[in-house]
């Protein structure tokens, strides 16, 4: 099962990267759809830009709390799930914020979700080394 759940992680990150290759040249006509507002349509290009790079490192995140879930661990998935919000993405959000106005909050996001996603596979890691140190009762 942990083979499986590496293996997903390693996907997200490499199709989410792939995505994210495919939006660089798509950004700025994307922007242009949704206003004609020059400073709207930076501001979502820049979004668009940036948050972007860091699903992959989410989607690890994401893994990890419903391997958690199926392993009947639910208090440390929503533990987890609290850590990457409220001591991750809001404070580095808000402090990206103070630093470089909305451009500084994504990028307190991107890497909110990237430091997440990082903890997300060491977390696994560990739980994988105790889940197979244990031994199986006969």
Known sequence: AFDALFRAMRFSILFQLLIFIAMVPLSAPIASMFSQEPAVQNKLWHYLIVVPASYGMQGVMMMLVSALNAMKKP???FAINLMRLFV?????AWIGSLLDNTEGMFIGIAAANGIAGMIA??????LRRRTL??????
């Not at 140190?133 to 006969?138: L, S």
């Open 75 to 77: 208090v440390l998935a």
């Open 88 to 92: 991750l993405l809001l404070p580095m």
């Open 121 to 126: 596979y060491g977390i696994a890691l560990l």
């Open 133 to 138: 140190a244990t031994p199986v009762p006969t």
